[in-house]
């Protein structure tokens, strides 16, 4: 499947591991601005930063530039900037799987009537495909929880989901 992807949800998927077994059997693209937003963690020392260039040198995550036109006019539209602009743009264009954990992302995803999921869409798809263990997904919930990112309702309900 090819996928593109914002900061966030590459971030979060690297803090939990699941980013090396996201990009084992799909093609994850990001736009430039992304990849900007992404490496700034390398200068603290972010793991997770480290973790997608890594990915990004190893040609398992690529940059893509979004079509201009197309950019503006989404940019003109919805009022959304940066990264997330640029990954709707090119979801736009490709009609790709949009990967964000970001809720105005998701709406713009919605608008346009692209295909979108979230981290923990992910940590429960990777489940049912056997790529991970339950425990493994668990795991990866509830740490979720811990950086506070989801509420408890989305996180109750994927722990469900596992059953």
Do not use: H
């Not at 190893?58 to 602009?85: D, T, V, W, Y």
């Amino acid at each position: 499947m090819t996928i593109i992807s914002d900061a966030t949800a590459l971030i979060l998927l690297s803090k939990v591991g699941l980013l090396e077994v996201l990009v084992k059997k799909n093609v994850i693209f990001i736009p430039k601005k992304v990849y900007e937003e992404v490496v700034k963690g390398r200068e603290k020392g972010r793991l997770d930063s480290l973790i997608v260039e890594k990915l990004i040198q190893e040609s398992k995550i690529k940059i893509k530039m979004p079509n201009k036109q197309i950019k503006n006019r989404i940019e003109k539209f919805f009022n959304i900037k940066g990264g997330e602009l640029e990954v709707i743009s090119l979801a736009y264009k490709t009609k790709s799987l949009i990967l964000t954990d970001d809720k105005k992302c998701i709406n713009i995803a919605k608008t346009l009537n692209l295909d979108f999921a979230n981290s923990l869409n992910v940590i429960i798809s990777l489940y049912k495909k056997k790529q991970i263990t339950k425990q493994k997904a668990l795991w990866s919930i509830e740490r979720l929880e811990d950086f506070g990112w989801y509420n408890k309702d989305l996180i109750k309900n994927s722990k469900e989901e596992l059953k």
